[in-house]
T-cell receptor, first 110, second 112 residues
Framework: KNEVEQSPQNLTAQEGEFITINCSYSVGISALHWLQQHPGGGIVSLFM???GKKKHGRLIATINIQEKHSSLHITASHPRDSAVYICAVRSSYNTDKLIFGTGTRLQVFP | DTEVTQTPKHLVMGMTNKKSLKCEQHMGHRAMYWYKQKAKKPPELMFVYSYEKLSINESVPSRFSPECPNSSLLNLHLHALQPEDSALYLCAAAYQGGFEAFFGQGTRLTVV
């Protein structure tokens, strides 16, 4: 079993829809990251969370430390949001290592 | 614009070649990372440098040799690679271990 699980693995949406991607983890963490990877490879850091909620534009990320769960929400989705979204945790016993989830492939159609 | 610059963007090399991947950052970050990513898989950590010293080697084969000549530069020297080493190689930098990491655009490597 992976230490970081994401769901769903694949997600399609119509432009304008509200999107939720979930991440559950089984290890103690010092922080959780949400990352975005477009075709072609480059990874962009969207959020780093250790508690509560963060908002940036149409993106909202929440984390529940007790339940070991985080969600990434995209409001008013747009085709340019199409990408792979990756949840990664930094373990509390080795902060140098990011443990990655398998990613959620999102396609938003006009 | 990315704050972590990787060159080259694409590389094709034979199994007997020697080549190097380069990663540069001028943010003053003291932790630098090499990751390998196969298609449709998450990145896998290869090496971590902290304050220009190798702090983590994830049992990477010796045909991959990292080097950190100074705090802004991270190289990955490649020699006698196998076709299964074809992948996207990503560099990342962070202020220190445990801080937010910034990734480069990656080098897409094909070994023929």
């Amino acid at each position: 079993k992976n230490e970081v699980e994401q769901s769903p693995q694949n997600l399609t949406a119509q432009e304008g829809e509200f999107i939720t991607i979930n991440c559950s983890y089984s290890v103690g963490i010092s922080a959780l990251h949400w990352l975005q990877q477009h075709p072609g490879g480059g990874i962009v850091s969207l959020f780093m969370l250790s508690s509560g909620k963060k908002k940036h534009g149409r993106l909202i990320a929440t984390i529940n430390i007790q339940e070991k769960h985080s969600s990434l929400h995209i409001t008013a989705s747009h085709p340019r949001d199409s990408a792979v979204y990756i949840c990664a945790v930094r373990s509390s016993y080795n902060t140098d290592k990011l443990i990655f989830g398998t990613g959620t492939r999102l396609q938003v159609f006009p | 614009d990315t704050e972590v610059t990787q060159t080259p963007k694409h590389l094709v090399m034979g199994m007997t070649n020697k080549k190097s991947l380069k990663c540069e950052q001028h943010m003053g970050h003291r932790a630098m990372y090499w990751y390998k990513q196969k298609a449709k898989k998450p990145p896998e950590l290869m090496f971590v440098y902290s304050y220009e010293k190798l702090s983590i080697n994830e049992s990477v084969p010796s045909r991959f040799s990292p080097e950190c000549p100074n705090s802004s530069l991270l190289n990955l020297h490649l020699h006698a690679l196998q076709p299964e080493d074809s992948a996207l190689y990503l560099c990342a930098a962070a202020y220190q271990g445990g801080f937010e990491a910034f990734f480069g655009q990656g080098t897409r490597l094909t070994v023929v």
